[in-house]
C-alpha cells in the first residue's frame, strides 16, 4: 500500500490541525488548573489562618475564664462581660471556617468547633475544664492539620481535568509515535519514477 503524493499535504495539513487542536486544548486545560489551584491555595491560607486563631482564642478565652470563676462567681462574670467583643470574635471566626468547609467531607472538624464554640458560651458549663480546653483544641489542630494537608496534595497533584488531560496527552503522543513507526514503509516508501513519453516510445519498440 502507498500513499499517493498529492495526498500527503492533505495528511499533513489534517495532522498539523490536530496538533495545533490538541496543544490550544492542553493549554486551556493548564491555565484553568493554575487558575483552581490559586484559588485552593488561597484557601488553604486563609483557613488555616482562621483556624490558628480560632484555637488561640479558644484556649485564651475559656482558661482565663476558669481561673476567674475559681477566684469567685462574681470575677468570673465580670470576665465574661468584659470579653464581649472577644467571644463575638470567637463566633465569627467559628462560621467564617465553617462556611469554608465541605458539611460531609469536614463534618469532624465542624462538629469539634460547634462543641467548643458551645463549651466557651456556657458560663454555668461544669465540662468547662482544663482538659477538656486541651483536649478540644488538641482535637481542633490534629484534624485541621489532616484538611490542609490533603488539600495542599490536592494543589500539588492538579485538578482531575489537568490530571486526565495530561495523561491522556502522554498516551496520545506515545500512540502517535506507534502508528508511525509501524507505518513508516507506508509514509517513507520511494514512489515509482513517473514514465517519459521517451520511455514509452522505446519499451514499444
Given at each position: 500500500m502507498q500513499i499517493s503524493p498529492t495526498a500527503l499535504p492533505a495528511i499533513a495539513t489534517i495532522a498539523a490541525a490536530l496538533v495545533a487542536g490538541g496543544v490550544s486544548f492542553i493549554s486551556?486545560?493548564?491555565?484553568?488548573?493554575?487558575?483552581?489551584?490559586?484559588?485552593?491555595?488561597?484557601?488553604?491560607?486563609?483557613?488555616?489562618?482562621?483556624?490558628?486563631?480560632?484555637?488561640?482564642?479558644?484556649?485564651?478565652?475559656?482558661?482565663?475564664?476558669?481561673?476567674?470563676?475559681?477566684e469567685s462567681k462574681e470575677k468570673g462574670k465580670a470576665y465574661v462581660d468584659?470579653?464581649?467583643?472577644?467571644?463575638?470574635?470567637?463566633?465569627?471566626?467559628?462560621?467564617?471556617?465553617?462556611?469554608?468547609?465541605?458539611?460531609?467531607?469536614?463534618?469532624?472538624?465542624?462538629?469539634?468547633?460547634?462543641e467548643a464554640t458551645h463549651l466557651a458560651a456556657d458560663t454555668n458549663s461544669t465540662s468547662m475544664t482544663t482538659d477538656k480546653i486541651n483536649q478540644l483544641s488538641s482535637d481542633i489542630t490534629d484534624e485541621s492539620q489532616l484538611i490542609l494537608k490533603a488539600e495542599w496534595r490536592r494543589v500539588k497533584r492538579g485538578e482531575w481535568s489537568f490530571f486526565i488531560t495530561k495523561w491522556g496527552a502522554l498516551v496520545l503522543a506515545i500512540s502517535a509515535f506507534v502508528l508511525l513507526y509501524i507505518y513508516r514503509p507506508v509514509l517513507f516508501a520511494p514512489q515509482p519514477s513517473p514514465t517519459t513519453p521517451a520511455q514509452c516510445c522505446e519499451l514499444s519498440h
Open positions: 486551556m486545560m493548564v491555565a484553568k488548573d493554575q487558575k483552581t489551584s490559586e484559588y485552593r491555595q488561597n484557601w488553604i491560607d486563609s483557613l488555616r489562618k482562621d483556624l490558628a486563631e480560632y484555637v488561640a482564642l479558644f484556649v485564651t478565652l475559656t482558661s482565663y475564664e476558669i481561673m476567674a470563676f475559681k468584659s470579653q464581649q467583643d472577644n467571644w463575638i470574635k470567637l463566633n465569627n471566626l467559628d462560621t467564617c471556617i465553617t462556611l469554608r468547609l465541605n458539611p460531609k467531607e469536614h463534618k469532624k472538624l465542624i462538629d469539634l468547633l460547634d
